[in-house]
């Protein structure tokens, strides 16, 4: 009963978006790839979030008379962003990469939790250096700072 309460208070943290997403239905029940809508950037060290476009490759034809499903095929019309919220941000003075830890084994589980299972994402991963570091010495990593903080 405890879990179940505690999960409720998390999932009403979840910030506000712009246009309602469930990653339960897109990553869960449909089974769609983290990298069809999070594909990395560049040198693949971060993952972006699809533009409005991209979601219209199935939007165009599915659920096209849902209020946010316009909403969606308006940006996508005018190439407008969509200024999601954040849930996670590293801070600008660690190194990261998503590519190394990917390629690693790790899963975008590991550090975001059971996205798979939610409508609504909420901070649920810890990615705090603490939790990093953890993560670090159970799977026998480095946690020397210069693994992961930049030298000025």
């Not at 409005?52 to 946010?68: F, G, N």
């Not at 390629?103 to 603490?130: A, K, P, W, Y």
Request: with cysteine.
């Amino acid at each position: 009963m405890f879990n179940v309460m505690f999960a409720l208070l998390l999932v009403q943290a979840a910030p506000e978006q712009p246009i309602p997403f469930s990653h339960k239905a897109h990553a869960g029940e449909l089974k769609l790839k983290c990298k069809m809508c999070h594909p990395n950037a560049g040198s693949g060290e971060t993952m972006q979030i699809a533009k409005a476009s991209t979601c219209m490759q199935c939007h165009s034809a599915i659920k096209t008379d849902s209020p946010a499903i316009q909403k969606l095929a308006a940006f996508a019309k005018n190439d407008r962003e969509i200024r999601w919220t954040r849930v996670y941000e590293i801070p600008s003075y660690v190194v990261f990469s998503h590519k190394t830890h990917l390629d690693s084994g790790n899963t975008c589980e590991d550090c975001h939790g059971r996205v798979v299972e939610r409508d609504q994402l909420f901070h649920e991963g810890d990615i705090s250096m603490g939790g990093c570091m953890n993560c670090h010495r159970v799977k026998k990593v480095s946690i020397d700072c210069t693994f992961c903080h930049e030298q000025r």
